[in-house]
């Protein structure tokens, strides 16, 4: 008998995971980043060290991090040359604690930048103009294990 409410339990822990997981995966579709900050700004001959603020908004009527035990965790932030796809840096980074409320936003402060400066001097056309037309910025977010790339088509 316990066995059977153990494995009962273990199920509708399963599926109702799963159910969240998948709404999350929604939400994030609807989660749209803004490069809201810049600062400490160093360069060498090898590379360009800066840290930026990234503003996400919630488009969604879920809200990310609370209802989700707080199981999204931003792993890595890439960014390229949306025209050519080319990779420009990243930031390697480890944020969890993500609390983005439905229809609200968020900033996250401080993410150290990394851009090879040969990266860099082949995508000076992306401050041709309107940066946020020509920067594409992936954040791979990690979800129970799984990663979930948010592209910044949504980009605002």
Request: hydrophobic content about 40%; proline content about 2%.
């Amino acid at each position: 008998m316990i066995r059977k409410i153990l494995i009962g339990s273990a199920l509708a822990l399963g599926m109702y995971s799963f159910r969240k997981v998948k709404s999350t995966a929604n939400a994030l579709d609807k989660l749209k980043v803004k490069i809201s900050g810049l600062n400490n700004v160093n360069i060498s001959l090898k590379s360009i060290k800066l840290q930026i603020d990234l503003t996400l908004e919630n488009h969604s009527n879920l809200d990310i991090g609370v209802k989700t035990f707080e199981l999204i965790r931003i792993k890595k932030v890439d960014f390229y040359n949306k025209s050519n796809q080319e990779y420009i840096g990243s930031a390697d980074v480890n944020i969890s604690n993500i609390k983005i409320p439905a229809g609200d936003k968020t900033v996250i402060k401080n993410i150290p930048l990394k851009i090879p400066v040969k990266n860099l001097i082949n995508n000076l056309s992306v401050f041709k103009g309107d940066v946020k037309n020509n920067l594409k910025i992936i954040i791979v977010l990690d979800t129970m294990g799984k990663e979930y790339a948010l592209n910044t088509e949504n980009f605002i």
